[in-house]
């Protein structure tokens, strides 16, 4: 069965970097697109950051610039590099990996969550 293990959240102050990263096991698929969630206390889910199989990125406005996603398909892990940290990114990020079998047919599977507390 498909299981991914989110790591590198924590606690850092405002301006400081961490390095999420997702590792997939159970299976030895590429996935077509990999990325991150993020959801606030209180708030809807929302796409941080999506990578595709090719290698093209993906990132919401509010962490353009900041942010840095990557993957390694021979380890089926994604990562994501976030610097300049400010309040306002504290969340639970989640870890997603989607295999699309058709433009009406897919699969996607999500990580526990990792906290990601920024002081200020």
């Known amino acids: 069965q498909v299981q991914l293990a989110e790591s590198g959240g924590g606690l850092v102050q405002a301006g400081g970097s961490l390095r999420l990263a997702c590792a997939i096991s159970?299976?030895?698929?590429?996935?077509?697109?990999m990325g991150w969630s993020r959801q606030a206390p209180g708030e809807q889910r929302d796409l941080v950051a999506s990578?595709?199989?090719?290698?093209?990125?993906n990132y919401t406005d509010s962490v353009m610039g900041r942010f840095t996603i990557s993957r390694d398909n021979a380890k089926n892990t994604v990562y994501l590099q976030m610097n300049s940290l400010k309040p306002e990114d504290t969340a639970v990020y989640y870890c997603?990996?989607?295999?699309?079998?058709?433009?009406?047919?897919?699969?996607?599977?999500w990580g526990q969550g990792t906290q990601v507390t920024v002081s200020s």
């Open positions: 990578i595709s199989s090719e290698g093209s990125t």
């Open positions: 159970g299976n030895t698929f590429t996935f077509n697109a």
């Open positions: 997603y990996a989607e295999k699309v079998y058709s433009d009406i047919l897919s699969e996607t599977y």
